[in-house]
């Protein structure tokens, strides 16, 4: 839109200078008047073209409510009242000015001074070539009376006294007689035959002539005759030039004469043709204006939109947005500090996402530290509503913590039973210490059984946002480590002390008998022999008490081999066909092959369908089923059995060495099939069978290599 109008007002300049240039010359305005006429026309309506396009896109964008519209209007027709209204005056100004002065040329004064003027230079000429021919005339007369040999003395004479500038004699026929020029001319200018015929009719021709190249000349032809020589007649010219500037005198009268005389016949035309063309120069110059107004008012609309967008973009959190600066004034300098403005706000926007990139970070590390930390974690508000809650505090609460958030210790408790102790520990240990660190150890009812806590518990200072924290771990395995180490201890010294007096007693009390069986009467043999019978007995039940304590205090290394799983549970049930309870087998696991040791997994299963037998004592239809699944990469082992189950206060103890709930037995079949299992590296666990009966499942993990 700038280059149109920009071109648009060169163009016009043109057209207009050429307008001007062609009003002041007549033979340009006589050809090429009318072309830039049409010329202009068309400039005209082509810049009301652009007028119009550039109205309707701005109804557009009122109809559109583009911001700054309504001020580019304002602008408009404030610019266009500007431009128009004196140019408008100056336009009828210029209109009754342009008809008076047309009028005024044509005053009867001037008409008569241009005739007066034009009849003076006439007169001028008339009498230059009167005072030629009277001069040639007598001149003819003095060569009549000369021989033909002294005419060319008599030309010289004449031009040297300055009566003449060129004298030539001729022939009727154009023949050069005689020729004398004061220009030192090598031919006189010679007449036509035309000129000689009048010459020779009339006796004498005079005439003002232009011959080409010698400007105006005064030519004066005389016919004479020679009295010597009768019937020859000659011609005698007389030519002197015109001064210079009495001819340019005379063509400039002659010339402005007849450029009168055709204005006043094109009186009305030519002031029809300077209105058209005042008007369109007029229409040039006022669209022109209105086109410029429009841009510059579209300029600075479009500049307070761009910052109107801009400020949008800034209000809607993008500060990428920079304004082009169009202008050094005042606009431009807002527009220079709206592009300094964003520029900050968007370094001040990167640095405050840069730091929380870097608190992201910090907290996403804190979070995976304390998520993959195996002890729980709890974060409390200073009213004790719980603000955050790891993994492992869920785990090992066995409680849905995320949804208990912004709970209160009460609610919490309210909510879960098993967490009433837990809660009133925490509540109890900051209440009743002042300094705000405390450790509790406390053993509570969990969905697993009893579960021992060692919790951690600290005051969090006011500038840290004010609370409390909460650290515990369940340390309820390493308090069954430590009684099973216990336990191995006592085994391990047990079997020591124990074990080397039985083989003597037994070896003591069967020479006892062998020495003196024979001495003794019946009654006494059969007392002793008794007597001997029991102290072996004893003895081997001390031995193989002794022999379960040394397993269990020490185990012999595991021999590691791949096995397939369901062969050996065959092998050990071919060891209960004769058993009067049938176990069941559902051998439904896809997988089966396991690196273990044959001899101590024998051991496993062995226990495992000896206690589920035992169970069935007073049953009166004992069933046992054997079944075994396939997990994600491990293989579980189960044995039911529908006998009285496991009693609940015995649940949480059943593997601990000498917890038994039978008559007879040591107390340390699950406890070694438990230590066997983690050797493997599987795990164990027993449930009570909703209806009677219990579960105890075995899980291995597979061989991957198989």
Not at 449 to 460: F, V
């Amino acid at each position: 839109m700038k280059y149109l109008i920009f071109f648009s007002v060169a163009i016009g300049g043109v057209l207009l200078y050429l307008l001007s240039s062609s009003s002041a010359n007549t033979p340009v305005f006589s050809s090429n008047y009318y072309a830039l006429l049409w010329l202009t026309g068309l400039l005209a309506a082509s810049l009301v073209g652009l007028v119009g396009f550039q109205l309707w896109s701005l109804r557009n964008k009122l109809k559109n409510q583009i911001f700054g519209a309504k001020l580019t209007q304002r602008l408009l027709l404030l610019f266009t009242l500007i431009g128009v209204l004196p140019g408008i005056l100056i336009y009828a100004v210029s209109v009754q000015f342009l008809d008076k002065s047309i009028e005024s040329w044509f005053d009867v004064r001037v008409e008569q001074a241009l005739e007066g003027g034009l009849n003076l230079g006439r007169s001028s000429l008339d009498n230059g070539l009167s005072e030629l021919a009277k001069k040639a005339q007598f001149a003819a007369l003095h060569l009549t009376e000369k021989h033909l040999e002294q005419h060319k003395e008599v030309l010289k004479q004449l031009v040297d006294e300055n009566v003449v500038q060129e004298a030539a004699i001729f022939t009727l026929r154009g023949n050069l007689v005689s020729f004398f020029s004061e220009s030192e001319a090598i031919l006189p200018d010679m007449p036509s035959g035309e000129m000689l015929e009048m010459t020779a009719d009339k006796g004498s021709y005079s005439v003002i002539d232009t011959p080409p190249g010698r400007g105006m000349l005064l030519r004066s032809l005389v016919a004479f005759d020679l009295p010597a020589k009768p019937g020859n007649r000659y011609v005698l010219q007389f030519t002197q030039a015109v001064p210079e500037q009495l001819v340019q005198d005379v063509e400039t009268v002659q010339k402005v004469y007849r450029g009168y005389q055709g204005l006043t016949l094109s009186r009305q035309g030519l002031k029809r043709i300077y209105a058209i063309t005042l008007t369109l120069s007029l229409l040039v110059v006022l669209l022109t204006a209105v086109s410029a107004a429009f841009f510059i008012s579209n300029r600075i609309g479009s500049s307070l939109e761009a910052l109107a967008e801009g400020t949008r973009a800034v209000a809607q959190g993008d500060f990428s947005v920079r304004q082009p600066i169009r202008s050094s004034d005042e606009l431009g300098v807002l527009t220079s500090l709206f592009n300094q403005m964003t520029t900050q706000l968007s370094e001040a926007r990167s640095i405050s996402n840069q730091q929380q990139r870097q608190v992201e970070r910090a907290k996403g590390y804190l979070e995976s530290v304390l998520t993959h930390l195996s002890s729980g974690v709890l974060g409390f508000d200073s009213d004790f509503k719980l603000r955050s809650a790891n993994t492992s505090a869920s785990q090992i609460l066995g409680a849905p913590l995320h949804e208990m958030s912004r709970m209160s210790l009460d609610q919490i408790q309210e909510k879960s039973v098993l967490l009433v102790s837990f809660c009133h520990t925490i509540k109890d240990a900051f209440d009743e210490t002042s300094q705000g660190d405390w450790q509790r150890q406390i053993e509570r009812l969990s969905k697993n059984g009893n579960q021992i806590l060692l919790m951690r518990g600290t005051r969090l200072p006011e500038l840290s946002g004010a609370g409390y924290v909460v650290v515990f771990d369940d340390i309820s395995h390493l308090m069954l480590a430590e009684r099973q180490a216990a336990w191995g201890e006592v085994a391990r010294r047990l079997a020591h002390e124990i074990k080397n007096p039985l083989t003597p007693i037994q070896l003591s009390a069967e020479r006892l008998e062998y020495k003196l069986s024979d001495k003794l009467d019946d009654g006494g043999a059969q007392l002793l022999k008794r007597a001997t019978h029991t102290i072996v007995s004893q003895v081997s039940a001390m031995k193989n008490m002794v022999s379960d304590f040394a397993n269990y205090a020490r185990g012999p290394a595991l021999k590691l081999s791949s096995l397939e799983l369901h062969q050996l549970i065959r092998e050990v049930l071919g060891l209960y066909e004769a058993n009067e309870v049938q176990v069941e087998l559902a051998l439904n696991a896809t997988k089966d092959q396991v690196s273990g040791d044959a001899t101590r997994l024998r051991q496993v299963i062995h226990n495992l369908l000896l206690n589920a037998q035992d169970a069935l004592t007073d049953s009166t239809q004992p069933h046992i089923v054997l079944t075994t699944e396939t997990l994600k990469d491990e293989i579980r082992l189960s044995v039911e059995d529908n006998g009285d189950g496991f009693p609940e206060n015995a649940l949480t103890r059943v593997f601990e060495p000498y917890m038994t709930t039978k008559s007879k037995g040591t107390g340390l079949g699950l406890a070694i099939v438990k230590k066997i299992v983690e050797e493997h590296g599987g795990q164990i666990g027993v449930e009570n069978i909703t209806g009677g009966g219990a579960r105890v499942s075995v899980t291995l993990p597979l061989n991957k290599e198989a």
